[in-house]
Nanobody
Framework: QVQLVENGGGLVQAGASLRLSCTAS????????VGWFRQAPGKEREFVAA????????YYEDSVKGRFAISRDNAKNTVYLQMNSLKPEDTAVYFC???????????????WGQGTQVTVSS
């Protein structure tokens, strides 16, 4: 059974940085795409970023371009989301998701983590 566990969320002030991690178990993800999504209270879940199997292809939602960076370490079965210059509007629960055998960043994902809360105060 594939499980994804996110870590690294927390409460920070505007302008600070956080690094989220998403670690998979039950499957080697070195051939899979991974995405990060977020859901703020009262809003729909939205795409944030995604990365291809070897890390060479990445996608970002416009509002995070230049501030967030997605990366992966296949040896650790882990994907990261480095978030810099955080803003109050980045406050949300952040989820990682796995897309087996490739990456179509806005298509259906096969597995989801439980999420980690990120709160940015002004």
């Amino acid at each position: 059974q594939v499980q994804l566990v996110e870590n690294g969320g927390g409460l920070v002030q505007a302008g600070a940085s956080l690094r989220l991690s998403c670690t998979a178990s039950g499957r080697a993800i070195n051939g899979d795409g991974v995405g990060w999504f977020r859901q703020a209270p009262g809003k729909e879940r939205e795409f944030v970023a995604a990365i291809g199997w070897n890390g060479r292809i990445t996608y970002y939602e416009d509002s995070v371009k230049g501030r967030f960076a997605i990366s992966r370490d296949n040896a650790k079965n882990t994907v990261y989301l480095q978030m810099n210059s955080l803003k109050p509007e980045d406050t949300a629960v952040y989820f990682c998701a796995l897309q087996m055998y490739g990456l179509a960043p806005r298509a259906k994902y096969d597995y989801w983590g439980q999420g980690t809360q990120v709160t940015v105060s002004s």
